[in-house]
């Protein structure tokens, strides 16, 4: 039996839209630098649900449904001095933060406030 997660995105940066219109409708879940949030990357298994959170919107609210399609891995963005996920203590023997691919299942034609 799947588990089911909440991952939250600002629309300003990456929407459920973008990921509508990424390749195979497909993205990495990177850059989350919050130590009890990696852990629950790390908890996540393939064919989890996860529902899409609109952060910092007006108003903020679910908007999607996406499956988990790559269980967690080393988030290499960490590694990058360029990539502003960069964290200089992370290495690819020593990897601190992880990050999981999720695969967009669903739009919700009304999303859903969390007020």
């Not at 991952?7 to 195979?24: N, Y």
């Not at 990058?80 to 299942?105: A, G």
Request: hydrophobic letters at 35%.
């Amino acid at each position: 039996m799947p588990a089911y997660w909440l991952l939250k995105s600002e629309p300003s940066t990456f929407s459920i839209e973008d990921l509508a219109c990424s390749p195979k409708q497909t993205t990495c879940w990177e850059g989350v630098r919050n130590y009890q949030a990696r852990n629950f990357l790390r908890s996540m298994s393939v064919g989890d649900l996860a529902f899409f959170y609109h952060s910092n919107a007006d108003p903020p609210a679910i908007v999607g449904i996406v499956e988990v399609v790559k269980a967690a891995y080393p988030d290499y963005y960490a590694w990058q001095p360029e990539s502003r996920y960069f964290d200089d203590k992370s290495s690819e023997q020593n990897p601190r933060w992880v990050m999981v691919d999720v695969r967009l299942n669903k739009v919700l034609r009304t999303p859903i406030s969390l007020e």
